[in-house]
């Protein structure tokens, strides 16, 4: 499965909050979707991303 769509995937579930069972078809399975957010997470990676994220945006505004 691309990428992109488990991606999709996980910020629609953050954004809104629905349960992962939820998810609209277009983001794949939602059993993936969900597996690879608990690899991420367990992994550090959603931390990470955020203080990248952050640190981008910080910079913009300096």
Known sequence: MADRRVVNGLV???RTGISW???PERCGPW???CTRFRRCAIDGVCPR???RIQA?????VA
Request: hydrophobic share 40%; glycine share 0%.
């Open 31 to 33: 059993q993936t979707v």
């Open 49 to 51: 991303a955020l203080q």
């Open 21 to 23: 069972r939820d998810l």
């Open 12 to 14: 629609r579930r953050i």
């Open 56 to 60: 981008r945006a910080d910079a913009q």
